[in-house]
């Protein structure tokens, strides 16, 4: 039995299109087009409710990297994979829609993807090693291939100001081979890759810091959007 079979997708929720936007893990280490390999993928829920799944991925490359994606509201909220916009449309949570797309592009049209109980290799900081967990694996994900538009973004780290969190988001996930997103892949178009391309540059960073603009040893800033919290939901 699926992990998600308690949740059922609303119907209109509004379809999102692709947008370029504005304008550490080994060697994931800059804005760019990743290319990967899924060598892990399982559901969960936060404290509050929120579901969740968590990708590990290997790139071409060899580098390892590795995302959590939160899909629903929490269950105050009603754990709904959707918000409403201020004329009321229900949009997808950025989370959903990115998991949504990512199921399209390895083949499956389903509201959520399929789970199944099993045992992952999952690092234990006490025994310093990968120890099995139980966990709702995405099976049919397991060794398939996908490509990813990675942004590069600076945080404080624990709202500490004194001390800055360098991290990596999937923007938009593409087919492997065409490099398609999954509208232009299912619309026969092409070149939104190279558009976002154009404008993050190997040097873009968003940079969320509290007064910002200060220089990250090693880290250019030259080419920096400032961007705030805009999630209208907790986890």
């Known amino acids: 039995m699926s992990f998600f079979k308690d949740l059922k997708a609303a119907s209109d929720v509004q379809k999102v299109e692709d947008r370029v936007g504005g304008a550490g893990f080994a060697k994931i280490d800059a804005t760019g087009l ?13 404290l509050g409710g929120a579901y969740n799944v968590t990708i590990h ?13 939160y899909i629903t509201s929490g269950t105050e ?3 709904k994979e959707y918000y409403l916009d201020k004329d009321g449309n229900k949009q997808p949570l950025p989370g959903y829609n990115k998991i949504k797309n990512l199921d399209n592009l390895l083949g499956y049209d389903r509201e959520f993807p399929e789970t199944r109980l099993g045992q992952v290799m999952l690092w234990d900081y006490d025994s310093k090693a990968e120890v099995p ?11 398939k291939k996908v490509s990813a538009l990675i942004i590069k973004k600076l945080e404080d780290k624990y709202n500490n100001t004194t001390q800055t969190d360098i991290k990596f988001e999937v923007e938009h996930f593409l087919d492997y081979k065409t490099n398609q997103t999954r509208n232009e892949k299912f619309n026969n178009l092409s070149g939104f890759k190279d558009k976002w391309l154009e404008v993050h540059t190997a040097d873009f960073v968003v940079d969320k810091r509290v007064g910002s603009k200060e220089s990250v040893t090693g880290t ?3 080419n920096v959007t400032v961007e705030s919290n805009d999630f209208p939901f907790d986890f």
Do not use: M, R
């Open 34 to 46: 990743y290319k990967f390999t899924i060598v892990k993928a399982y559901a969960g829920k936060s």
């Open 220 to 222: 250019p800033l030259h």
């Open 57 to 69: 991925f290997k790139e071409d490359n060899g580098a390892k990297f590795s995302i959590v994606e």
């Open 133 to 143: 967990v139980e966990k709702d694996i995405v099976t049919e994900w397991i060794g």
């Open 77 to 79: 909220k009603g754990s």
